[in-house]
């Protein structure tokens, strides 16, 4: 797959993971218009490269993203004009084919938090924060908090962190549910990098497969769903994966997967 050249972004694929990090590091990857825009374009051809089996989204340097650039703005900086279909990165994050990791290395907030939010799984360096920030700055927001929040920690939770916004450290992050792991600073890129691998590792079949079905499942009433799941969950276990699985498992050792 060929990649295009990105200013704000970095993009890369190799081995089945696609790496999507935020390059703005001299202004803590603060989001600009070309930012959300190259995002998209990134996710879209992860989304359409059938090679891809996971995606992780970080920031470069010490900062995840703390939502939009607002010296950026304020300064009346030249940027492109964003379309509706550009504001859509936080659903291919959360729907594309791979399963999405947000490796959140540093601090977190507004539209970055929104992104974040969309991911299947949330790990999280110990001693960022992460807030919602969007009523500070005057504005209602994007990148769908209100869609992603409540089904990750509840309705009441999610409406308190959007309507009285605060700083929500690791440990809290966790208690609550906003991410999955706390790694400590010095271990943070080897302990992701053991995630990655650890989903790089299982079926490929099996592993889109399963993302596809929590896709499905949030469209679907339950009856619905467990008819779509039971025939999707039979075309699997007569897959080669699950056979090469199964004899894995009875000769106690690591499957190989092709």
């Not at 300064?75 to 550009?86: H, K, V």
Request: one cysteine or more.
């Amino acid at each position: 797959m060929g990649v295009p050249e990105f200013e704000t972004i970095r993009f890369e694929v190799a081995g089945g993971l696609a790496r999507l990090t935020l390059n703005r590091p001299e202004f803590r990857n603060g989001m600009t218009n070309r930012m959300v825009r190259e995002a998209r374009e990134a996710l879209e051809l992860a989304a359409a490269d059938a090679s891809v089996r996971v995606l992780v989204l970080t920031g470069a340097g010490t900062s995840f993203c703390p939502g939009a650039d607002l010296g950026h703005f304020v300064a009346g900086a030249s940027d492109e004009r964003l379309t509706s279909r550009d504001f859509h990165v936080a659903t291919l994050l959360h729907e594309m084919p791979a399963v999405t990791v947000a490796a959140i290395n540093g601090p977190c907030a507004g539209a970055g938090l929104g992104w974040a939010l969309a991911c299947d799984v949330r790990v999280m360096v110990a001693g960022a924060r992460l807030n919602t920030a969007f009523l500070d700055v005057a504005v209602a927001g994007d990148m769908a908090i209100p869609w992603s929040l409540p089904r990750l920690i509840g309705a009441a939770r999610a409406r308190d962190l959007s309507f009285l916004p605060r700083r929500v450290d690791a440990d809290e992050a966790l208690a609550i549910g906003l991410v999955a792991r706390v790694f400590p600073p010095d271990l943070f890129a080897h302990e992701v990098q053991e995630v990655l691998d650890g989903l790089l590792a299982k079926s490929p079949t099996a592993l889109l497969g399963l993302k596809q079905h929590y896709v499905m499942a949030e469209r679907m009433g339950l009856a619905d769903f467990v008819q779509y799941e039971s025939e999707r969950h039979l075309q699997i276990a007569r897959s080669e994966h699950t056979a090469e699985a199964f004899r894995a498992f009875v000769e106690k050792r690591s499957p190989r997967f092709t």
